[in-house]
């Protein structure tokens, strides 16, 4: 139906509540959607038609009989191909061991169902999600929907472009060291990453990682608006109240001025590569720098010094889950070329390195907290240049792999290691039609700070 392509999704939502549209009818609409693109942008790797369309009955009669519905009712959505959802194959993105069909939700996937969204499908990844690319040995890579030679960034990158394509109409992903907002920038979508412990089912085992490390994962919106990211991030939070939506309503964004916000270029990667801002990466920020400046707030130059032995720590503690994966023997092989090589690195590596690194990188993110803290918001840029082309990560070894990844992302995983919450925000399009954008990382608490400032962005 066009009037739903047209639609944002917080006016889907809105739609299917007042009983204008039926879950039928949207769920139908982006299987469509689907079934047209997908072929040409490896988005998803598993569609679940039958099952969405049998959940959009569901949901249809229980609108029909006046039944309490959740917020999110007859909404379609998507998953990252890391979670489970009950029935449907997980394959993690990798040829290392078959997909392995789920028997019960994720936690994550859990709460979104219980609001009432209808899951059309399973979204492409890098193997394990480790990379800021959605490129795999098992299927096709997800594509770039404004050039589709180009990457979508990762490991998110099947649900963004999904969502920049019009197949969904916003999407929950995942973000260790910037996987929500690495893809978010590339396909010209606003993605937030909130704070660790932000959404609960995020840390249910808690806030460390297995060697005492700061957890580094947490679950995301992925939208075209910033009123969409603030539906779903409601429902991830708690899909009993429209917090963050009440938010942005009522004046709330024209009211937000006088901020103090710190401008920053420095990375804490410069210490181990060449971290090279291409001129559409000045352009973006220098144009977010006007709007916000516009907008009352007072912008100035952070002074900001990244301890040089945050890339060999990051790295060991990024790649230290590796050693517990669940590689059937004799499989890794099967794995790819990064996959592989840092997996042997982790396995290799004794118990005191790793509790080592663990509370080095405690102390790093202390440090950002407290230099970061100065601010109201500290301004980056999102990328450092536009989206590379498919296969610019993955035709090279392990080393150069993940050199270029850190030169593309130098501002995402130093967030993540923090546990604050940050925000990417397109703000200028290059003379090709790519998106490039402005990171803002925000204090403990701060998301729907965030939200505001990105619709602040996106309304100039």
Avoid at 441 to 451: F, K, N, T, V, Y
Wanted: glycine share 10%; proline share 7%.
């Amino acid at each position: 139906m066009s009037e739903i392509a047209e639609m944002t999704a917080l006016e889907l939502r809105d739609a299917l509540r007042r009983g204008d549209l039926s879950a039928r009818d949207a769920v139908g609409h982006f299987l469509g959607r689907i079934e047209e693109l997908n072929p040409a942008l490896g988005s998803f790797v598993t569609v679940t038609a039958e099952q969405a369309m049998a959940a959009a009955s569901d949901s249809d009669a229980l609108h029909a009989a006046g039944e309490p519905v959740g917020m999110l009712n007859g909404m379609p959505l998507a998953y990252k191909d890391l979670l489970d959802v009950a029935g449907v194959p997980t394959g993690f993105g990798t040829a290392a061991f078959g997909p392995a069909v789920a028997e019960k939700d994720s936690p994550l996937v859990a709460t979104l169902s219980r609001a009432g969204a209808i899951s059309l499908g399973k979204t492409q990844v890098p193997e394990f999600g480790l990379s800021c690319h959605s490129e795999n040995d098992v299927a096709p890579p997800a594509r770039n929907p404004m050039n589709p030679a180009l990457s979508a960034g990762g490991s998110s990158g099947g649900e963004a472009a999904a969502v920049a394509a019009g197949m969904l109409p916003f999407g929950p992903g995942s973000d260790g060291g910037g996987s929500v907002r690495i893809p978010a920038s590339a396909c010209a979508l606003i993605g937030l990453k909130p704070g660790l412990g932000t959404i609960p089912s995020d840390v249910l085992d808690g806030t460390l990682d297995a060697f005492g490390a700061p957890r580094l994962t947490v679950s995301g919106p992925l939208a075209r608006t910033a009123l969409d990211a603030a539906l779903l991030m409601d429902a991830m939070v708690d899909p009993t109240r429209e917090t963050y939506l009440d938010a942005l309503r009522d004046g709330a964004v024209d009211a937000l001025r006088g901020l103090r916000i710190g401008v920053s270029t420095d990375s804490p990667f410069a210490s181990a590569y060449e971290i090279k801002l291409a001129p559409d990466a000045h352009a973006a920020l220098n144009h977010g720098i006007r709007v916000l400046v516009a907008r009352g707030h007072h912008l100035e130059e952070a002074e900001i010094f990244y301890d040089a032995a945050y890339p060999e720590t990051f790295s060991t503690v990024w790649t230290g889950g590796l050693a517990a994966a669940p590689i059937p023997a004799g499989n890794e092989a099967k794995l790819g070329t990064l996959a592989r090589s840092f997996r042997e690195r982790a396995t290799d590596r004794d118990l005191k390195t790793s509790v080592a690194a663990a509370g080095r990188l405690t102390e790093i993110a202390a440090d950002f907290r407290t230099q970061w803290g100065r601010y109201d918001v500290v301004l980056t840029p999102a990328m450092a240049f536009t989206p590379p082309a498919i296969g610019f990560y993955t035709s090279q070894d392990a080393d150069t792999d993940y050199m270029r990844q850190c030169q593309y992302t130098p501002y995402t995983s130093m967030v993540n290691v923090s546990g604050l919450p940050a925000i990417t925000v397109p703000t200028f399009t290059t003379a090709n039609g790519l998106s490039m954008g402005v990171q803002l990382i925000g204090r403990a608490g701060s998301e729907s700070q965030l939200l505001a400032l990105a619709q602040q962005l996106s309304e100039m």
